[in-house]
């Protein structure tokens, strides 16, 4: 298997989860434009926040210090990171959709990401994703456009809004 990049390797891939999506191609994928499709709940744990906060040196107290952060944050608690809502994209696609045709996917960008609510540690996410558009390239395969929304359990608001986009080749 080609080894892919965010969040393309995903799609790619077939997991044991019977929730999954599975598509066979890309014109099946063009009939299921609209359609919602949900991933798993996955718990956000402070240990997990502190392994982002590591990798990308933003150690800012409200995501790290869970006691400071109970006191004296707004929130009541240690937060998430906006960046680690997003960088959970790949692992959602991943339980959420398989494109059987898909012989390799790249990563096409962002068209807009915006973080309305924060991610309290201890909270479950999940995904809903919706197909937005499918354009045939000049290069060959397809651009797609995915409405990704991260829900928080028991929030009304989302811990994230994309538009992400990617390239996929039959």
């Known amino acids: 298997m080609i080894s ?14 019977s929730t999954m999506k599975k598509i066979k191609n890309i014109a099946e994928l063009r009939e299921t434009k609209g359609d919602v499709i949900l991933s798993d709940w996955f718990e956000v744990t402070q240990e997990l926040v502190n392994q982002f906060a590591e ?13 400071r952060a109970k006191k004296e944050s707004p929130f009541g608690s240690a937060i998430a990171h906006g960046f680690y809502s997003l960088s959970l994209l790949p692992m959602f696609m991943e ?3 398989h494109i059987e045709s898909a012989k390799m996917g790249v990563n096409y960008g962002l068209n807009k990401v915006r973080y309305p609510h924060h991610v309290p540690v201890g909270s479950k996410l999940r995904c809903h994703t919706t197909i937005q558009n ?5 290069s060959g395969g397809v651009k797609i456009t995915w409405l990704c929304s991260i829900e928080i359990e028991g929030f009304q608001k989302p811990a994230c809004v994309a538009e992400m986009l990617s390239l996929i080749f039959e």
Do not use: G, M, N
């Open 95 to 97: 339980q959420s959709i």
């Open 134 to 138: 499918v354009e045939d390239q000049p």
């Open 4 to 17: 892919l990049y965010y969040p393309l390797h995903s799609i790619l891939r077939s997991t044991k989860d």
């Open 55 to 67: 990798c990308t040196k933003d150690y800012q107290w409200i995501h790290i210090d869970p006691e």
